[in-house]
């Protein structure tokens, strides 16, 4: 599976912002999807989770009520909705996708198996 990140720019503090995820090659197979960022200095963290279905999400507090993950299976791609976008924002965001027995969903990077090459995100105030 080939997962390929797009969507990254500069936004203004309070903007909004979509990335993009598509997937390719060996697509089959019910995969949770996930958004992970790294901002320069620190350690990569995760941000969203969405799974098979898209019945399920998870997001981590820092960006709950302000980013939305949601997929199309049809088009083998997923997205995040960043509003309200501030300076803590900025990073590189990467999408991933996993698919661990008896797992819908996860925040955890190790339950991972593909990544895309990541996308730069940068907020100006």
């Known amino acids: 599976v080939q997962l390929q990140a797009s969507g990254g720019g500069l936004v203004q503090a309070g903007g909004s912002l979509r990335l993009s995820c598509a997937a390719s090659?060996?697509?089959?197979?019910?995969?949770?999807m996930g958004w992970f960022r790294q901002a320069p200095g620190k350690e990569r963290e995760f941000v969203a989770t969405i799974s098979w279905s898209g019945g399920r999400t998870y997001y981590a507090d820092s960006v709950k009520g302000r980013f939305t993950i949601t997929r199309d299976n049809g088009k083998n791609t997923v997205y995040l909705q960043m509003n309200s976008v501030n300076a803590e924002d900025t990073a590189v965001y990467y999408c991933a996708a996993g698919q661990w027995y008896g797992r819908t969903w996860s925040s955890l990077s190790t339950e991972y198996d593909y990544w895309g090459q990541g996308t730069q995100v940068t907020v100006s105030s």
């Open positions: 090659g060996r697509t089959s197979g019910s995969r949770y």
